[in-house]
């Protein structure tokens, strides 16, 4: 019998970032990017598995009804102080079970690695800011602290769609509502509560996931009309993330959306994280500040990913960061090896790191 209590306090004790309940192994904890087996519990039948189902769903009657009809259930369960983001799938006919661990206490905005043009951006009085980057790159915690740095310091009413709420947030200075999105929850889809947001009076509004083109117009529209939108997306760098963003529009549109976004989007901020010399995670962070060289950019018929890079490296001083510049400064703060380094970028750009890494060094022995 699975005693998922004892599960959830040795993930807690050894600082998981998510929890792995797969029929036939043991349970796995990923830590620092390794999976660890728990080797104190065995390996998990189908009845711990549908014990764990019961465990998490906890006789909720929407909750078990979604699963059997979809396969597939997102909620969120509270253990002690933390906080666990479930999603239940189907292998075999059995559950399976990855539970994100989100601690309460969000880290401080300064120890993230996030450069503080991020934060500051967010004084902005309208206009889109992106936080991007792959799957388990850090994008919720550095949207969480860039939400409780506004909620200390700004006097906004801030409305988060999430699926599910990670952290719960505390009016501070701000006033904050959180919504959960998904069905039976605070709203159907973030199209509709992005819509919505419009009745309710807000200042800022924080889209969880633009999945699709109809929560990419609503924010492009809750934008133009005069709130900040701060939002991510699942690209792996700020040039794709415009290219994602025009491939959401039927070609006959793009060049009207090209206009809207180079005029309403503000900073896109695009992230990695890799396991440190340490051991421990650092994140390597890409901004792209939108001034007129990349507003007239984005306008152009054919959009080049080699141009915005350009444009990004050669837009130091208004606070844009090139990936190869954080690569290198990383490198030479001794937080990352020089094969991690080359591994991030493609081959053509290896002798421009190298040239980076040297400036660099050269940099701080002048200093």
Not at 25 to 46: F, N, T, Y
Not at 96 to 111: A, C, G, Q, S, V
Not at 351 to 365: A, D, P, Y
């Amino acid at each position: 019998m699975i005693n998922m209590d004892r599960v959830l306090k040795i993930a807690k004790e050894k600082d998981a970032s998510d929890v792995h309940l797969i029929y036939g192994l043991k349970p796995m904890l990923r830590i620092a990017r390794q999976l660890v087996a728990i080797e104190e519990v065995d390996e998990l039948s189908v009845e711990d598995l549908n014990e764990i189902y019961d465990y998490f769903v906890r006789g909720n009657l929407e909750k078990d009804e979604m699963y059997k009809e979809t396969k597939r259930l997102d909620c969120s369960f509270e253990f002690e102080d933390i906080r666990l983001r479930v999603n239940v799938s189907h292998s075999d006919e059995i559950p399976t079970f990855t539970l994100r661990l989100i601690k309460n206490e969000l880290p401080r905005y300064e120890d993230l690695g996030v450069p503080d043009i991020v934060r500051r951006m967010t004084y902005q009085p309208q206009g889109l800011i992106l936080v991007t980057g792959k799957t388990n790159s850090g994008k919720t915690t550095t949207l969480n602290a860039l939400i409780n740095d506004i909620n200390e310091n700004q006097n906004k009413k801030i409305l988060t769609l999430e699926s599910p709420v990670e952290y719960k947030h505390t009016s501070k200075k701000s006033v904050i509502v959180q919504k959960e999105v998904g069905a039976g929850r605070d709203c159907l889809c973030y199209s509709d509560g992005v819509k919505n947001s419009l009745r309710e009076d807000c200042d800022i509004i924080v889209v969880g996931e633009i999945r699709d083109r109809e929560t990419m117009e609503a924010a492009i529209d809750t934008a133009e009309s005069g709130h900040l939108v701060i939002g991510t997306l699942h690209t792996k760098s700020c040039a794709e993330t415009i290219d994602r963003i025009i491939n959401f529009y039927d070609i006959s549109d793009q060049p009207s959306i090209k206009y809207l976004i180079s005029a309403l989007l503000k900073l896109v901020v695009s992230q990695r994280l890799l396991r440190g010399r340490n051991g421990k995670l650092v994140l390597v962070p890409e901004v792209m500040v939108v001034d007129n060289i990349i507003a007239g950019i984005i306008r152009k018929e054919k959009i080049s990913v080699s141009e915005i890079e350009d444009a990004i490296q050669s837009n130091l001083e208004k606070g844009s960061i090139g990936l190869i510049n954080s690569i290198a400064e990383l490198f030479v703060e001794d937080k990352i090896t020089l094969e991690q380094a080359k591994a991030q970028i493609e081959e053509k750009n290896i002798e421009t790191l190298n040239r980076t890494i040297m400036q660099l060094k050269i940099k701080r022995q002048a200093n």
